[in-house]
């Protein structure tokens, strides 16, 4: 059956309408796709308020539903953590002239796998990728071969295969998509196939020859083409309430537009020397807005890369008394559990010496005073021991207590058990 579109810019009732219409087949087990899982209680909410119980249907990203069709095979999906790891391992077994000096460093399993995601969510297959991005490609994903396993790039791929030509990969549900600017190669084949065999909503931000939708025209006429009459364009509704951002949504990008009302506050530019002090200043702006009623959950602060602006934006806020929380992961060796972790299992693994033993022991996980690990590691400098073996002994002898970690992490336990073991008991 024929895909549904719905067009028109931002906040012209696309959501609302496909939400009505999700509502309104609950009784057939609806599936709604959403850009991001931090999405999904958002729209519970929404959808409570047109019915006062959902007893059916389901929500998720487009990767949970790949998932979902994938896993109804039994097939084996890896974790971003497993996929690093075999990420690794094809690095280190692959013979690369050319890209050697750069393999040696941590980030390049990082690079490698952002272009093989690259490289997967757009259907290329290795034998299309030539030199050693090829040659690593191919062993990737002949890794992946021998594991008998997916990543969650090939998920959606494999979904859109099941589903293309095995009749049980799904049923009659309908399906609603939404929120999406464009479309991968893998969800593009998805929608396709389960548009041959199912009603298919997209909601989709676009205007006819509107400079800012420009890049989204391809999308927007390969949908329609695979709607048929089934197009909905939604005009555009003045929902702003300053004039001059009324006018900047309408005029983006084109050349010919009337003369801009004034500002008067509705955009506002801050300058200040350096990044914290920028964001004190940012901070003094929310604090009005906090202090005139607004909800802190109603408030968005926009940076171009967490990793630059995660600690000054720390120290702002948490000196202006902020509530905040930052939408993003953290790498483990940048928390003060991780830190400690990490150089426990240098020490008990890779033969590290006295700076890695004594990060663990200093770290609030390891149950010893910060005045007892001092003066042990004191003596230890004063005696010059900096060999591992004279570390530990000494160290032992100068608590007077054993260093459980160390011994379960060289115990006959399996490897992944025994730090599963040791952090339960540096967090208890």
Do not use: C
């Not at 690095?91 to 390049?108: C, E, I, K, W, Y």
Request: charged letters at 25%; a negative charge; zero cysteines.
């Amino acid at each position: 059956m024929p895909l549904a579109l719905l067009t028109g810019p931002a906040n012209a009732g696309k959501v609302a309408s496909l939400l009505d219409r999700y509502v309104a087949a609950l009784d057939r087990e609806p599936s709604l796709v959403v850009p991001n899982r931090d999405d999904v209680e958002r729209i519970e909410r929404d959808l409570l308020r047109r019915a006062p119980a959902l007893l059916g249907g389901w929500i998720g990203t487009f990767g949970d539903l790949a998932t979902r069709i994938v896993r109804s095979r039994r097939e084996v999906v890896l974790s971003p953590l497993q996929r690093g790891l075999v990420l690794r391992r094809v690095v280190s077994g692959t013979d690369l002239p050319q890209l050697d000096a750069s393999a040696r460093f941590g980030g390049f399993g990082e690079a490698l796998g952002e272009a093989v995601s690259e490289l997967e969510v757009g259907l290329v297959e290795p034998e299309e990728v030539d030199g050693e991005l090829g040659r690593l490609y191919r062993a990737y994903r002949l890794e992946l071969d021998r594991l008998g396993a997916l990543d969650r790039d090939l998920v959606a791929a494999k979904a859109a295969a099941l589903v293309a030509r095995d009749l049980a990969a799904w049923d009659e549900s309908p399906v609603f998509v939404y929120g999406f600017e464009d479309l991968t190669g893998a969800q593009w084949a998805l929608i396709e196939g389960l548009a041959a065999r199912t009603e298919v909503v997209v909601s989709l931000p676009y205007e006819p020859s509107r400079t800012a939708f420009a890049a989204l025209e391809r999308t927007a006429n390969d949908l329609a083409r695979l709607a048929g009459p089934s197009v909905e364009e939604r005009p555009a509704q003045n929902w702003y309430e300053a004039p001059a951002l009324a006018h900047l949504e309408r005029g983006l990008f084109e050349d010919a537009v009337d003369e801009a009302p004034p500002l008067d506050g509705a955009v506002r530019f801050l300058e200040a020397a350096g990044r914290r002090a920028t964001l004190e200043l940012v901070g003094d702006e929310i604090l009005d807005l906090l202090r005139g009623g607004v909800p802190p959950e109603d408030i968005g602060v926009i940076a171009p890369s967490l990793e630059g602006v995660r600690a000054p934006l720390e120290t702002a806020f948490g000196a202006l008394g902020i509530p905040f929380e930052i939408d993003g992961s953290i790498r483990l060796p940048r928390t003060s559990l991780g830190r400690g972790l990490l150089a426990l299992l240098r020490f008990a693994w890779l033969d590290g010496g006295r700076p890695e033993l004594y990060t663990f022991l200093r770290s609030r996980y390891s149950g010893l005073s910060r005045n007892r690990v001092d003066y042990a590691e004191g003596r230890l400098r004063g005696r010059g021991v900096t060999s591992p073996g004279r570390v530990e002994e000494e160290t032992r002898a100068l608590l007077g207590q054993g260093l459980v970690p160390v011994d379960r992490l060289r115990g006959d336990e399996p490897p992944l058990e025994a730090v599963e073991g040791v952090v339960h008991g540096m967090l208890s």
